[in-house]
């Protein structure tokens, strides 16, 4: 089973519906992070959290609003869904550790989100 | 703005040849990771170097970073088929936030 697993995969929606993506990891890591990824422009955070009660806004939050229900679920939504958010979004994890800072990311494999 | 910018934006080498990509970032980091992404999936991480560290190697990768210009390169030797992906770096700042590239697309040819 995945270690970092994204529902819906794939989801079409229209302007003005409210959307809600989800994220689920098993490897017990307390960070989770949302980005989306569009083509030319790499990656961009919108939010991020480094425990069940610590939620920050990233590059690009406007538009979005996260929940960390569990150390394990993070979802991200979309209160009322445009065009330009029309893009490949990721859930990654990452693990903590004391002193130097060394903290690979896990993703998952992304939800492809279209807004008509 | 992003952190860490990739160069080249694009690349095409022959099978069997090295393929280099760089990276620049703005601001003191911690650490710098190179990721690589096959089209439409998620991000695996290659390798990552602290910044006190000047050169590292992993298998067919090697990674350097000059801290005094900000840099890093990604050396990818012998390429081959399944290489062809894009390849992210991404710097992970004093406040532990990680800031991605835009990427390097880089293409094995036959």
């Known amino acids: 089973d995945a270690d970092v697993t994204q529902t819906p995969r794939n989801r079409i929606t229209k302007t003005g519906k409210r959307i809600m993506l989800e994220c689920s990891q098993t490897?017990?890591?307390?960070?989770m992070y949302w980005y989306r990824q569009d083509p030319g422009l790499g990656l961009r955070l919108i939010y991020y959290?480094?425990?069940?009660?610590?939620?920050n806004k990233g590059e690009i939050s406007d538009g979005y609003s996260v929940s960390r229900q569990a150390q394990a679920k993070f979802s991200l939504s979309l209160e009322s869904a445009i065009p330009n958010q029309t893009a490949l979004y990721f859930c990654?994890?990452?693990?903590?550790?004391?002193?130097?800072?060394?903290?690979?990311?896990?993703f998952g494999p992304g939800t492809r989100l279209t807004v008509l | 703005s992003q952190q860490g910018e990739e160069d080249p934006q694009a690349l095409s080498i022959q099978e069997g040849e090295n393929a280099t990509m760089n990276c620049s970032y703005k601001?003191?980091?911690?650490?710098l990771q190179w990721y690589r992404q096959n089209s439409g999936r998620g991000l695996v991480h290659l390798i990552l170097?602290?910044?006190?560290?000047r050169e590292k190697h992993s298998g067919r990768l090697r990674v350097t970073l000059d801290t005094s210009k900000k840099s890093s390169s990604l050396l990818i030797t012998a390429s081959r088929a399944a290489d062809t992906a894009s390849y992210f770096c991404?710097?992970?700042?004093?406040?532990?936030?990680?800031?991605f590239g835009k990427g390097t697309r880089l293409h094995i040819l036959p």
């Open positions: 170097i602290r910044s006190n560290e």
């Open positions: 490897k017990g890591h307390d960070r």
């Open positions: 959290s480094f425990d069940v009660k610590d939620i």
């Open positions: 990654a994890t990452s693990d903590r550790h004391r002193g130097f800072s060394y903290n690979e990311q896990f």
């Open positions: 991404a710097s992970q700042n004093r406040d532990d936030k990680i800031i």
């Open positions: 601001t003191s980091i911690n650490n």
